[in-house]
């Protein structure tokens, strides 16, 4: 079991890494994160989860998003998610990537 404190700190170190990185969409169009904050509501099937809530600005050469991958500053990939994202000319694009923290053996 993971103790609240310590999923705390696990959140907090998300966000710093997160801020100022980007989504690499498509793997090839990297677009920069506007926005990011950590979902307060429960993660079904997840007991130690962690739902990031990431926006950026929409690319207009990419009417639908197929992968994406959450990376920081530095471009560490912290979350990926697959599918199939019609933009249908949106002006933002808000993703979830959920990630589930894990103790040590």
């Given at each position: 079991?993971?103790?609240?404190?310590?999923?705390?700190?696990?959140?907090n170190d998300l966000l710093a890494r997160v801020?100022?990185?980007?989504?690499?969409?498509?793997?090839?169009?990297?677009?920069?994160v506007q926005a990011v904050?950590?979902?307060?509501?429960?993660?079904?099937?997840?007991?130690?989860?962690?739902?990031?809530?990431?926006?950026?600005?929409?690319?207009?050469?990419?009417?639908?998003?197929?992968?994406?991958?959450?990376?920081?500053?530095?471009?560490?990939?912290?979350?990926?998610?697959?599918?199939?994202?019609?933009?249908?000319?949106?002006?933002?694009?808000?993703?979830?990537?959920?990630?589930?923290?894990?103790?040590?053996?």
């Amino acid at each position: 079991m993971i103790l609240p404190s310590y999923l705390q700190t696990i959140r907090n170190d998300l966000l710093a890494r997160v801020s100022g990185g980007d989504i690499l969409i498509n793997g090839s169009v990297s677009v920069p994160v506007q926005a990011v904050e950590i979902a307060s509501h429960p993660i079904a099937g997840i007991k130690d989860g962690i739902a990031l809530q990431v926006s950026a600005q929409h690319v207009a050469s990419v009417p639908v998003i197929t992968s994406a991958k959450l990376r920081t500053r530095t471009g560490a990939i912290v979350a990926e998610k697959t599918g199939n994202i019609e933009v249908n000319g949106a002006q933002f694009i808000n993703l979830s990537f959920v990630i589930e923290a894990r103790g040590g053996v």
